[in-house]
Each structure stands twice: as C-alpha cells, then as structure tokens.
C-alpha cells in the first residue's frame, strides 16, 4: 500500500531531475501518472523532444507502474487543459499535480534582455498559472486537490544573476498562498517547495572561485532530486489535508518550513512624517531590523545533512 494509492497525478518537468524523480516516486506509492515534458533544452530555446516524458512513463510501467507521457509546454494554457483531460480520459480523473518544469537564462539585471526577462516568466510563472487555474475547478467540484508547486531561494531569498528567475519563482509562492486560502474550503490544498538539488539547472551555474567549487561538490554529493520528491509525494497524499498555503524547503535530509513576510517593526508620528523626519528619525530607528544583502548561502552557510 503505497500513500498516493488510487490516486491520479500529473508530473510537469518529469523528463529529468526533479520531476523525473517525483514521477517516479508518486508511481511507486501507487499513483497513475500523467509525466510531462517539453524535452527542450535547459534555455527553453529548441522546440522540444517527446522522448524524455516517453522514456520515464516506460520506466514506471517497467516497473510494474501506469503512466503516460505528454510533451506539450506548460506555457501553452490550452495544451496543459489537454494534459487534465489526458488525466481523466486515461485514468478516469486527477487529484494532484507537481510542476518543477523550468528553464534558466541567467544574466546580471544591468544585461538582461527582455526575451530572458518574458520567456524565464512565461515557463515559471505563467507556467505555474496554467497547471493551477485549467484544474482548480475540477479539485474544487470534487473537493480534492492537491498542488505542489516549486519556489526557490532565489526568489525568497535572493541570487545574483538571476533577477528574471527570482521573480517568477517570489510569484509562485504568493499564487501557491492564494489558491490555498481560496481552496481552504473546498479541500484544495496549494504549497511550495523551495529545493536544493543537483540538477541540469543548477549545473549550468558557472563556477568562478574553490568556494564555489566546494557548494558544487556539496550538492551534487549530498542533496539529490529523489530527497526533494519524498516531500512533494507526501504533499498529495490524504493525510497532508491538513496542510496548505505553506513554504517548504528540502535540503539533502533537512526539511525547512520557511516564514512568509508579516510586520517586523513600525515607528509612528502624531505630527505625521514628512520626508525629512523619516531621513532623520523613522528610517534610522527601523535600520537594525532591516535584512542584509547575503544570498542563499549566507543563510544556509552549513553542510548539508
């Protein structure tokens, strides 16, 4: 008896890392997968190749699993309505959906094109629109539903380089907030999943100094795609119903609850601020609360465990 017996899942990104593994993991706790996957390159740039989706539906059926493939983009809203409807028409329904696909176009703000700016949006963002509003209305007439969508510490916490990415990724964490509170009621749970992972996307981060070399060599050896699919398995399963609307991360063997922003400090004036007496009194008395400019690493500057 596996956590996700009968039901029927849709794996967007499932060709490789991430997504391979939470396809493979969801099958293996007993659902019927639907894997998706563009099979484009890491830049979104080719048109897409079907094999990587096909190969990873083979596997699961090799292991006595059901699954079928789709290779259409989730930035096309009409063809992710196709993938809900090849979740019913295949397996007579759909009661979660993971949607780590992605691309990559880093770049320093200053350089960014707009091409790298829309596309980088579109995939993530967009993306992550289409895969929640063509299905929130059918978990919300079945009064089931569960979405594990994928956010970064590139947007909760920040990286250089990747402004475009950082975007989309703070912008699914709050559309992952919104459909939770609005599902609450109908049993449509929404959360996010900040991962820490070895992956074709984080390889392609250039390396430039040892310090570098070192995290590279960390995360390749100790936080791996299958760790991030435990979580984002556990997140569709009956028991989780209970949670909803929240941000996770999974670093190798760790499992972090992130906060969300809620007030820190305030100053008041009965006189009212003018600009001068915020230059003078209200934003120097905020500045020791205010949160520094370190990266991810500064926060997670420990080994991974």
């Excluded at 639907?34 to 099979?39: S, T």
């Excluded at 176009?105 to 063509?134: C, P, Q, Y």
């Excluded at 402004?163 to 907030?177: F, H, P």
């Excluded at 230059?279 to 926060?299: I, R, W, Y």
């Amino acid at each position: 008896m596996g956590v996700l017996d009968g039901k029927v899942i849709l794996v967007t990104g499932g060709g490789n890392g991430i997504g391979k593994e939470c396809a493979l993991l969801a099958a293996k706790e007993g659902a019927k997968v639907v894997v998706n996957d563009l099979g484009g390159t890491l830049s979104g740039d080719d048109a897409g190749d079907a094999g990587p989706a096909e190969k990873v539906a083979q596997e699961i059926r090799a292991a006595g699993g059901e699954a079928v493939s789709n290779s259409d983009s989730v930035t096309d809203y009409k063809a992710v309505e196709g993938m809900i409807e090849q979740a019913k028409d295949e397996f007579g329904g759909l009661h979660g959906i993971m949607n780590p696909a992605g691309i990559l176009r880093d770049g320093m703000f200053h350089k960014m094109s707009e091409d790298d700016w829309k596309a980088v949006i579109d995939v993530h963002l967009n993306g992550s629109f289409n895969v929640t509003r063509a299905s929130v209305n059918h978990f919300r007439d079945q009064e089931d539903g569960s979405y594990v969508l994928f956010t970064s510490t590139t947007g909760l916490i920040g990286n250089i380089g990747q402004a475009n990415y950082g975007a989309a990724k703070l912008g699914i964490a709050s559309l992952s907030r919104i459909i939770a509170m609005e599902g609450e009621r109908k049993n449509v749970r929404s959360n996010v999943i900040a991962p820490f992972a070895w992956t074709r996307m984080i390889a392609s981060i250039p390396v430039k100094d040892e310090a570098g070399k070192e995290r590279v060599e960390r995360m390749k050896n100790g936080m791996r795609a299958d760790q991030v699919a435990q979580l984002a398995v556990a997140l569709c399963a009956d028991k989780s119903k209970d949670v909803s609307g929240q941000i996770f991360s999974v670093r190798g063997n760790e499992v972090v609850l992130f906060d969300q922003p809620r007030p820190v400090k305030s100053v008041a004036r009965l006189e009212g601020w003018t600009p001068e007496t915020l230059l003078e009194q209200g934003l120097p008395s905020m500045k020791g609360s205010f949160m520094d400019m370190g990266a991810t690493t500064s926060v997670f500057p420990y080994e991974p465990i």
